[in-house]
């Protein structure tokens, strides 16, 4: 493994332990649709994030990607080998960005899109 592969590779480890912190402590999935109800896609606001920060709302899920992908390259310097994959238990919903060493598997750095449907209106007792 190069030297670039090696220090990438623990940037993304790290940032996979603060992601898992971040889950544990925070409840930062709160507003995501139910995976047990259909979600209305077109109607969804699709949120950027970096392990669990927001840093985006769009309405459609490639400029979320777009942003994404510029934070993934410009602040976190990782190369333009990023791919998406949809979440396991949330496939239209959630996708997760990975990048693609070359010499090692696919790693996972933390950035998501995650489709929302905002409703019009609260009411007590019921979620949202």
């Known amino acids: 493994m190069s030297t670039d592969s090696q220090a990438i590779a623990a940037l993304l480890h790290h940032s ?10 925070a409840p930062t999935d709160a507003h995501a649709p139910d995976p047990a109800g259909p ?18 709302y769009y ?17 976190q310097g990782l190369p333009d080998t990023l791919t998406w994959r949809p979440d396991e238990d949330e496939p239209e919903s959630r996708q997760h960005q990975f990048v693609d060493l070359g010499d090692v598997p696919p ?6 899109i995650t489709a929302i449907v905002p409703v019009p209106s609260y009411t007590a007792g019921e979620e949202a």
């Open 16 to 25: 996979a332990d603060t992601l898992q912190y971040v889950r544990a402590g």
């Open 39 to 56: 979600v209305a896609l077109a109607d969804a606001v699709w949120i950027a994030s970096y392990v669990g920060i927001h840093l985006g």
């Open 59 to 75: 309405t459609n899920p490639d400029a979320a990607r777009d942003h994404c992908n510029d934070e993934a390259r410009t602040v």
């Open 107 to 112: 790693v996972d750095t933390g950035f998501r």
